[in-house]
RNA sequence: GGGGAGAUACCAAAGUGGCCAACUGGGGCAGACUGUAAAUCUGCUGGCUUACGCCUUCGUAGGUUCGAAUCCUGCUCUCCCCA
């Protein structure tokens, strides 16, 4: 079993797991952390004892052109256990936190005919979320339209379409960050879309899930974690990271390589800045998303899922 | 040995008598997050304080001045040019 420094279980759904009594004595074990804090090797050996397949929850590990910079399992430990939701779908395809929570309820449905205890790992914050508590029915992203969007950000800028927002819908001007233009198309888009605004979509309930969840948090110091981050993007580079980023330069575009470790590297091809300069970008970057995945489950700590304030912020 | 330039906060770099606890960038820290989430966005970054505010900072030791990061002098160090 691997050494882990650090890691906190947090029981997560306990309040729920007592109304729950005989109705399922089904478990979910979500292994979550930063990026680089070791989940992987994790989930394989508890997979293992449990005899477990294991569920990705990893919004970049899906996509099976990307083999080498989203570090997914090695060889070894796809075949030693099963995997699902890794290299599963294509960069070709948009892929969502919705379809994820879609995909993934029916898989856990029919896996848990077989399995007691389901064993999860990733990375990706909302993606967990959609599977432990849902995400509203939003109407999915609607591309053309969002292009559209875009492109008027980009002519008329960001003031235009706060403005636009605050009178079409005053509720989502006034409650989302209109300082993000990606908040503000999407509420612009979902107007757009469905004539109904954004914010009626929301109820602030979480969804009732009939199986038990506990979340595994895997934390190391600082110092350490930022040390294997490093080590492991260097790594990175010897297995061919450039040559992988250089066959998949025609789809920079596409939000599945909107991606640490490729998108730097896409810089570098086109001659904005030297190798080294990609490569500490890279690592910088990867740091920082270390840092917003902390952020995210920090508030997770102590949280009672089921309170709606967790979600439902001023 | 001679001449010149410079030493500013974690780093780089502006400031050249009061509007300076000090522009800006980087790095770092913290936060937000409802179908783009490895995305996108926000705040902070000398100390103490909830805040008003107070205290200590611009190599170092003095000096001039009501007032100095800014002017003068000594010292230390760095860089460049000539020997």
């Not at 990705?56 to 899906?62: G, H, L």
């Not at 969804?207 to 993007?233: C, M, S």
Request: one cysteine or more; glycine letters at 4%.
């Amino acid at each position: 079993m691997t050494q882990i420094p650090f890691f906190r279980l947090m029981n997560y759904q306990k309040e729920r797991r007592d109304n729950l009594n005989l109705m399922s004595k089904k478990k979910l074990i979500i292994i979550i952390g930063p990026t680089a804090a070791g989940k992987t090797e994790y989930a394989v050996d508890l997979a293992i004892k449990l005899g477990s397949p294991v569920i990705s929850c990893d919004s970049r590990q899906i996509y099976r052109e990307l083999r080498i910079g989203t570090a997914p399992p090695t060889p070894e430990q796809l075949s030693a256990v099963k995997h699902y939701f890794i290299f599963s779908h294509s960069i070709h395809d948009l892929y969502t936190a919705g379809k994820y929570e879609v995909e993934t309820l029916a898989l856990l449905e029919d896996l848990f005919k077989t399995h007691d205890s389901l064993v999860m790992a990733g990375g990706s914050g909302l993606y967990v979320d959609a599977v432990c508590r849902g995400i509203d029915n939003f109407p999915p992203a609607d591309i053309p339209l969002r292009e559209t969007l875009m492109q008027r950000l980009k002519n008329d800028g960001l003031e235009s379409l706060r403005m636009e927002l605050r009178l079409l819908d005053r509720e989502s001007y006034e409650t989302i960050d209109i300082s993000n233009p990606q908040r503000v198309v999407r509420a612009l888009e979902v107007f757009f879309a469905t004539g109904k605004t954004f914010s009626s979509f929301k109820n602030f309930k979480s969804k009732t899930r009939d199986f038990e969840i506990e979340k595994l948090f895997i934390e190391k110091p600082r110092e350490e974690l930022y040390a294997r981050i490093n080590r492991r993007v260097d790594l990175m580079m010897e297995q061919g990271l450039l040559e992988e980023v250089r066959t998949l330069y025609p789809y920079r575009e596409r939000p599945a390589l909107k991606t640490v470790g490729y998108r730097e590297l896409f810089e570098y091809l086109d001659g904005k800045c030297s190798i080294e300069e990609a490569i500490d970008l890279i690592k910088r970057n990867t740091r920082r998303y270390a840092k917003r995945q902390m952020t995210w489950w920090r508030r997770d700590i102590g949280t009672v899922i089921d309170n709606p304030s967790v979600r439902n912020r001023p």
